[in-house]
DNA sequence: TTGCGTGCAAAGGTTTTGCATGGCA
DNA sequence: TGCCATGCAAAACCTTTGCACGCAA
């Protein structure tokens, strides 16, 4: 169980920079553009090898989308987060809501299911959107 | 608002077919094969091309998983359905229930979130996956 | 010195697109 | 006959992989 040997190469850390500062998520072509315009040249395989490495170390989840894949990082204090993602506008918000709770029980108890709410991202339409709509 | 003009070919009816039969969702090649192994040749970029046809007439509704896209059918009573995938079988079941209403309630007066269960998958781990890894 | 991490380039899979042809109405 | 739909092949796109080299420990 201990921790692969890891070298703290430059490229390791600055992912680790950018990743750190998210709060969303993100996808590795932003990752990627984030690095460059820092100054810090990564090139995309190790972006990608990176973030599989910190997907299985537990820091970060990934996460399918219509437009590709995307991170976002795993906080152990955020077990009642969900992402929502917007089809009009395509921005990602956060909830953070201990009203979901009671969707997690149901699920678990009629339906045998155990929600892992890091790798879902829940579809519709945003406030500013609906309201650009009925306008 | 006139449906679009269009033409009843051989392909067309072939996937009409196969999507009225399916109860859940679908990929572009599962479909490519159900219509080889019906002896229907229907070439790929003629599948996508339905298949977008079907999603913008409102028949069909595309969903991103981590394997690529798949199609689910839109039907008008479905309102309270979720797709939940299993993050170690992979398989994908409903779960098509009034219990989840409360979540879009809360959704929607809280968050200002109007969700879309069709394009939504939820993932976690199926019943049968978690008395497995349990035993 | 050891061997993990990196960069580059090539390969992989899925989805889209261009263009000439086919077939429905 | 008109024109949408199709097939093929090529392109586009994202992601993974092979291999030689670089660099942290």
Known sequence: MATPKTYLT????????FVSEQSSCFTA?????????AGEKVG?????????KLEKSGMLQRIATEEGACWQRCDQDDHDCF?????????ISHVDCLQ??????????????AINPRRTMLY????????????
Request: aromatic share 4%.
């Open 44 to 52: 995309l395989a190790t972006i990608y090898r990176q973030l599989e």
């Open 124 to 135: 519709g339409v945003c406030g500013s959107c609906g309201e650009a709509s009925h306008a």
């Open 10 to 17: 430059q490229q390791h850390k600055a992912i680790l920079a």
């Open 83 to 91: 992402l929502l993602k917007c089809e009009q506008c395509g921005r």
């Open 29 to 37: 072509a932003e990752l990627s553009d984030a690095l460059r315009a």
């Open 100 to 113: 979901l709770a009671p969707l997690y029980d149901h699920l678990s108890s009629s339906h045998h299911f």
